[in-house]
């Protein structure tokens, strides 16, 4: 799978936007982009995820560059309880059944009051 | 949220003895995972099931065996549990393997051994 890079850390003010860049230069044509977080002590939650065109469902947008070397997920209305790590992963069909999801460190999103 | 239970929640035990971890479903996923997760690590795949008795190591196995009787049940049992064992353990289960299926993780368990 494609790695990905993503900052550590990053804040947002409750009620903006939070826009949350991964760069995945390595990725090829048939790796998809996915989103998770994980909230403190809880088990990873999905979010979202695509392979070319730009996705939207009730929790959030997903942004892939046409290029698809970078993508931004998008939580237009950033609550307290977005506060979490949130890890970008591509992931590929390894051919032999299954595959394991590679999480990185992510990046711990603060949500400020 | 999907159907995902984990039991125990907690657990502390000794060195040297054995440990059952249990995961059950009520999605009717083919497909169940267990992985752990430690400081500075990520989540790691230890064992993962594609059926009823059909099960594969992942990327961290050893020590570690699994059991899948029923499509719902997925049994992590840790037969001589060892202080580098201590973690957090997820089950994740998901329909297909396909690139683009979705895993959905479930609460965890968190292991002390002592």
């Known amino acids: 799978d494609a790695k990905t890079t993503q900052p550590p850390s990053m804040d947002c003010a409750e009620g903006r936007a939070a826009n949350l860049p991964c760069n995945h230069s390595?990725?090829?044509?048939?790796?998809?982009v996915y989103w998770y977080r994980q909230i403190h002590s809880q088990g990873p939650q999905y979010i979202i995820h695509?392979?070319?065109n730009n996705e939207t469902n009730e929790m959030a947008s997903l942004i892939i560059t046409e290029d698809r070397k970078s993508s931004t997920l998008i939580l237009p209305h950033a609550t307290l309880r977005d506060t979490a790590v949130y890890y970008c992963?591509?992931?590929?069909?390894?051919?032999?059944?299954?595959?394991?999801?590679?999480f990185g460190k992510g990046t711990k999103l603060s949500v400020i009051p | 949220d999907a159907g995902i239970t984990q039991s125990p929640r907690h657990k502390v035990t000794e060195t040297g003895t054995p440990v059952t971890l249990r995961c059950h479903q009520t999605?009717?996923?083919?497909?169940m995972y267990w992985y752990r997760q430690d400081p500075g690590h990520g989540l790691r795949l230890i064992h993962y099931?594609?059926?009823?008795?059909?099960?594969d190591k992942g990327e961290v196995s050893d020590g570690y065996s699994v059991s899948r009787s029923k499509t719902e049940d997925f049994l992590l049992t840790l037969e001589s549990a060892t202080s580098s064992q201590t973690s957090v353990y997820f089950c994740?289960?998901?329909?297909?393997?396909?690139?683009?299926?979705?895993?959905?993780f479930g609460p965890g368990t968190r292991l002390l051994v002592l």
């Open positions: 994740a289960i998901s329909e297909s393997a396909r690139e683009r299926e979705t895993q959905y």
């Open positions: 390595t990725i090829s044509g048939n790796e998809y």
């Open positions: 695509g392979l070319k």
């Open positions: 992963i591509v992931r590929a069909y390894s051919g032999a059944g299954s595959y394991q999801l590679t």
């Open positions: 999605e009717n996923h083919r497909y």
């Open positions: 099931s594609y059926g009823v008795k059909d099960t």
